[in-house]
């Protein structure tokens, strides 16, 4: 058993339990026990293990361990966890993994393929599904949510800015004016490539339509 697995295992998360409520600590440990060894077994580079392996301190308390199913989950993919995941504090990181699992589970992913040439640029990312619009949502606490159906639509297009560190600090369009000077330069600046995208899409279709 390697060193990390002998840090969780030797815890007090493993430890004594009163009589009376014995058999429901055993079944809970034995869950425990069961997610942390399939998180720990997984290769070096799984991002499960690398986060359990990075904040064991957090996750060997006995008040943290029993979300540890939160993030064995086979069905939430790297791409559905937060970006910017390995810089973040595990409580953080807990609650953008909640929003995006209560997300899923609302509603299916929908990828908004028409966006696939428009790229994006330094710190301008472009929101290319529900899913990541509703994860900028949570780190900006908006309400972006609500425009989903309308980027879907094609009605507008959602950017986010990104600081050093690649966190979300700013949202809004290409075309962003009601924000400070700091913020507009780069949506400003994106709003080239963004008409240069767009140009390349629409017009040539709308040319083949007058045909």
């Not at 690398?50 to 199913?69: C, M």
Request: hydrophobic content about 30%; charged content about 25%; glycine content about 4%.
């Amino acid at each position: 058993m390697g060193e990390a697995q002998q840090s969780f295992f030797g815890s007090s998360v493993f430890q004594s339990c009163k009589p009376v409520h014995i058999f429901t600590k055993l079944n809970e440990q034995v869950e425990l026990f069961r997610h942390l060894v399939y998180i720990l077994s997984r290769p070096e580079d799984d991002h499960r293990r690398e986060h359990l392996v990075k904040h064991y301190t957090f996750w060997k308390d006995p008040d943290n361990i029993g979300s540890i199913d939160e993030i064995a989950r086979d069905s939430l993919s790297p791409e559905h966890w937060p970006d910017n995941w390995e810089t973040m504090n595990p409580r953080q990181f807990l609650n953008r993994l909640r929003d995006t699992t209560k997300q899923i589970q609302l509603s299916p992913e929908v990828k908004y393929d028409y966006l696939d040439g428009l790229k994006d640029t330094g710190c301008m990312k472009v929101l290319r599904s529900n899913y990541e619009i509703a994860e900028a949502a949570g780190q900006l606490s908006n309400c972006a949510r609500t425009y989903s159906n309308d980027v879907k639509s094609k009605r507008c297009i959602l950017a986010v800015m990104t600081n050093s560190l690649g966190k979300i600090v700013a949202m809004g369009s290409p075309n962003n004016r009601r924000a400070s000077e700091a913020t507009v330069k780069p949506f400003s600046d994106y709003s080239k490539t963004f008409r240069r995208w767009h140009r390349s899409v629409y017009v040539p279709s709308r040319q083949k339509r007058a045909h």
